[in-house]
């Protein structure tokens, strides 16, 4: 993502999301990147529709339109998972994607695994992903 192009986001945030504490808005910007980096090192084109104001960002792939939510296992975050099923009814998507983000290289996915079935992920989301965010691959685990 081009400089300019990550300022006029964060600008944007920073209007949109007035009402969110400065933590709040950090994260918003993180899900951004992640987003951004995700769309560009994805196999497919994808065109962002929404990011601002809800976790679950909406793409439209080949005319589709679907929702990611990144998720780091380093900073825990409890999610209404059932909450998400009512946003893809609302916002008309066909999948939701669930991915997870990770910095370090990751050899053994079992971590990731465990945390699918510990929270019944694979019953909410269509598509399970291993986003390694630095060296830019994504690797389906569903």
């Known amino acids: 993502m081009e400089l300019a192009v990550f300022q006029e986001l964060t600008e944007e945030i920073t209007l949109e999301c007035f009402y969110m504490t400065e933590s709040q808005q950090e994260e918003k910007v993180i899900q951004l990147i992640d987003l951004h980096h995700f769309v560009e090192c994805y196999h497919s084109p994808v065109r962002i529709l929404s990011y601002i104001?809800?976790?679950?960002?909406?793409?439209?792939?080949?005319?589709?339109?679907?929702?990611?939510?990144?998720?780091?296992?380093?900073?825990?975050?409890?999610?209404?998972?059932?909450?998400?099923?009512?946003?893809?009814?609302?916002?008309?998507?066909?999948?939701?994607?669930?991915?997870?983000?990770?910095?370090?290289?990751?050899?053994?996915?079992?971590?990731?695994?465990?945390?699918?079935?510990?929270?019944s992920i694979e019953i909410f989301y269509d598509r399970i992903f291993l986003f390694n965010f630095f060296q830019s691959v994504i690797k389906p685990l569903k």
């Open 53 to 119: 104001h809800h976790p679950l960002n909406i793409i439209e792939e080949d005319g589709i339109k679907k929702g990611i939510l990144f998720y780091d296992l380093k900073h825990f975050t409890p999610f209404n998972w059932n909450a998400f099923e009512e946003f893809k009814r609302q916002n008309h998507l066909k999948e939701l994607w669930f991915v997870f983000v990770e910095e370090d290289p990751i050899y053994d996915t079992a971590h990731h695994t465990d945390f699918i079935t510990e929270n």
